[in-house]
Each structure stands twice: as structure tokens, then as C-alpha cells.
């Protein structure tokens, strides 16, 4: 009898064992998967040149800089909810989106921010606009990327590279497109409680950019260049944004 329930015991602990067992495989299996699933639908969040990289200024700088043109929109890497949105001493205009793998995003030295806290975002979604508020010597958006949370001690920054893909300083970075150059998004989604912009259409002179419209379909339409159209809105890339107001003569 003795016998028979030191067996039955010897069953039970193999059987928890074997679940153990399995059960950790499945946990690192989904955080793997999760840390795939984010690298691979994270876009790069503004057009712009990279000025600086993760882990410079002696290991201080915990993110990755962007420089580019003033008011160059900056777009929500992918899904979440802005965590916060105010006005820092140091990071300046700063938002940060808290996203549903647990990452957390920061963009910083926005010249203006779009969005406020508790608001969800969609990917490529305008958040605000590059500019050199705060601690910032020149346009540029600074960019960060943490596990779980951020904090005072930025513990848990990652190279934003490592989700983004490689990014040498003076390497050009496109506003939507993934890790691979795939273009995410094209023209970035504008959703939220954004200020209506009150021009309109009806006007010969201006052209208010729909969704789905690129650069060539309005400079085919509108009998023009798509080099005379850049030359006129001083763009420096093709990405346009609904309602944005272009000058077409
Ligand atoms: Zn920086």
C-alpha cells in the first residue's frame, strides 16, 4: 500500500514536472514572438537624416536623433495610448505612447504635439511635429524606445535600431517605412481631435490633399510636376498628409 502511494507521488511530481516544463517553453516562445511581432511592425516615426545614435555621449544618450526640416510630422511608430504629452525642461515637447506589447515610445523636442494623454493612436498617425523645444541645439526629433516602462534611470532603453533597423549617422530615414524599407504607411493617418484646417478645395491656387492621394496622382491631375510641386511646398521628401495644403501654381 505504502508502495503503491509512493508511486502515485512519484507520478504527480513527473506530471507537474512535464507541465513545468511546458508551460516555460510556452512563455518564451510568446515573448519571442512578441519581440518579432514589434520589430517587425514598427515604422520609423519622421523623414529626416540620423544625427546621432543609441548609447553616444558616453553611453548617456539613450535614444537615436532624427534631424530634419521644422513642423516635419512625426508618426506614431505603431498602436497604443499616449502615456504623457506635456512641456519638459529638458526633453521640451515631448510625447510619449505606451504600446500594447509593453513598449513604450518617446518623442522629444517636438515644436508642437497633437495628441494628449489617454488618447489611442493608430500607426502613422500624426502625433505632433519635429522642432528644437527643450534641451535641443538644432531641429531634430529624438527617439526612444523602452521595455515594460521609462524611467528617471532609462533602465530599460533598447536600441531603437534593433526594432528599426540599422542606422548609420548621416543614413536617411522615411517617415513609415518598416525595418526591411517596406513603406507601412504612405501618407500617415490623421484621425483624432485635430483642429479642422479651414481652407478648401474650391481654390485654384491650393490643393488639400485627400487620402490615397500621392505627389504624381495630384500633379497629374492638377497638370503640373511632381518636381514643380515639391519645388513649391518646399518638400523634401514625397510624403504628403491629408488635409495638408499644397500650392499648386
Ligand atoms: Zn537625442
Known amino acids: 500500500m505504502r508502495d503503491y502511494i509512493r508511486r502515485f507521488l512519484i507520478a504527480i511530481i513527473m506530471a507537474l514536472c512535464v507541465s513545468l516544463l511546458f508551460l ?71 510625447v510619449f505612447i505606451k504600446h500594447p506589447n509593453k513598449y513604450v515610445t518617446v518623442y522629444a523636442h517636438l515644436n508642437s504635439r497633437s495628441v494628449s494623454k489617454g488618447q489611442s493612436v493608430k500607426q502613422g498617425q500624426i502625433i505632433g511635429s519635429m522642432g528644437k523645444t527643450g534641451q535641443a541645439t538644432g531641429t531634430h526629433l529624438h527617439f526612444e524606445i523602452h521595455r515594460l516602462e521609462w524611467r528617471y534611470d532609462k533602465k530599460f532603453a533598447i536600441n531603437p535600431e534593433k526594432l528599426l533597423g540599422n542606422a548609420e549617422v548621416g543614413g536617411v530615414v522615411r517617415a513609415g517605412a518598416a525595418r526591411n524599407g517596406v513603406m507601412v504607411v504612405s501618407a500617415p493617418v490623421k484621425t483624432g481631435t485635430d483642429k479642422k484646417i479651414v481652407s478648401n478645395t474650391k481654390t485654384d491656387i491650393h490643393y488639400t490633399v485627400r487620402r490615397g492621394d500621392t505627389l504624381s496622382s495630384i500633379a497629374t491631375e492638377k497638370n503640373i510636376t511632381v518636381a514643380k510641386l515639391k519645388e513649391l511646398n518646399e518638400l523634401t521628401s514625397d510624403l504628403i498628409v491629408p488635409d495638408q495644403v499644397l500650392t499648386i501654381k
Not at 54 to 60: C, D, I, L, P, V
Not at 75 to 94: H, I, P, Q, R
Open 24 to 94: 516555460g517553453g510556452k512563455h518564451s516562445e510568446a515573448a519571442s514572438l512578441t519581440e518579432t511581432k514589434a520589430s517587425e511592425n514598427m515604422i520609423w516615426p519622421s523623414d529626416g537624416i540620423i544625427s546621432d545614435s543609441y548609447g553616444t555621449r558616453e553611453g548617456k544618450h539613450k535614444g537615436i536623433d532624427i534631424a530634419g526640416k521644422m513642423n516635419t510630422p512625426i508618426l506614431a511608430v505603431a498602436d497604443g495610448m499616449v502615456e504623457k504629452s506635456y512641456l519638459s525642461d529638458t526633453y521640451g515637447n515631448v
